[in-house]
């Protein structure tokens, strides 16, 4: 069965239940967990105004925190629960290469993530993360929804 699950997280209320999910689903099944959160790369040309307040190295340093805060319910979880659980932060303007990418890398045999659930005409534009890593991911994917 699966030993090695990845759990990326965007630190949303549905993505903490999937993580929440995933850890339960774990522990019943004797895995280990990996919390995964993708930040985005500095960029100097961005309509996002943390960016353009600070230095590369300023946005770098408050993202990693930012980060950190977003995996330690993750974390938390996983201890609490016994469940052996590492935490790695992603650099990536595409979240869905970044999430596969570090299941690859992780050797994870599964990937539990959150459906945010987008529809109409938004879903249709935007897509999904989670729709994106359906798509291209060679390794099973747990939808929460």
Do not use: W
């Amino acid at each position: 069965m699966f030993k090695h699950i990845l759990l990326p997280t965007d630190g949303s209320e549905l993505s903490e239940r999937a993580v929440l999910a995933g850890v339960s689903f774990a522990k019943d099944v004797g895995a280990q967990v990996v919390g995964f959160t993708a930040l985005p790369d500095f960029r100097t040309f961005t309509a996002d105004a943390e960016m353009l307040a600070t230095t590369e190295d300023e946005y770098l340093a408050t993202s990693e925190a930012r980060g950190a805060k977003v995996l330690a319910v993750a974390e938390h979880a996983a201890r609490s629960a016994g469940v052996p659980y590492a935490s790695l932060i992603g650099r990536s303007n595409q979240p869905y290469e970044a999430i596969l990418q570090a299941a690859r890398e992780r050797g994870c045999d599964l990937i539990v993530m959150a459906s945010h659930g987008r529809h109409g005409i938004t879903g249709m534009l935007l897509g999904s993360e989670t729709q994106k890593v359906l798509v291209h991911s060679a390794i099973p994917v747990l939808v929460y929804h």
